[in-house]
């Protein structure tokens, strides 16, 4: 977890949908990268796929895995730089899906499904990161939503909140 600037705690500098995603689409893009290699060589062997193409198609494919796993492994940190990175490295691999997706040689309707639902994905990943670099880089506290220690573990072992004898007034 991040380092809190002054005045906020760490609670305030994370956002766990933004978290749950990035993990839940780095396994969805092992799924992708193993998907999108096994019909790149399908259409290798069944159609006429030229080489020139399979060349660049398996090197864009190895560049998307590169970018993938920088994006993912380098947000843990939860701080407004790394998901500046992550909304940049977002937009770059969202570029190669398209790519995946409109301009291979042959795309077919597995192509169709599995992109359609990364890009899906990615689009809901750089939701929640421009709204956590958008939390993050705003001064203001947010106090409604703001869980401090006590809140969360009530009071510390030793001291004891003195009980209220007074009651609620009965309005019957």
Known sequence: ?????????AIDNSSIPFQLLLYLSGVLFVFYFL???SMIVYK???LSYPEESLA?????????AALEALR???NLKEVEGYVVVNLVLTGATMLLA???LAWQSYVLRADLIINAVLLTSYSLAGVLAFVTVARFTSGVARSDSKLSAKALYGDPPGQHRPA???????TH
């Open 44 to 46: 290798s062997h069944v």
């Open 72 to 74: 993912v492994t380098g």
């Open 56 to 64: 660049c198609d398996l090197g864009l494919l190895l560049l998307m």
């Open 35 to 37: 998907c999108t290699l």
């Open 98 to 100: 398209v790519y995946f």
């Open 164 to 170: 209220s004898n007074t009651l609620p007034p009965c």
């Open 1 to 9: 977890m991040a380092m809190p600037r002054a005045g906020r705690t």
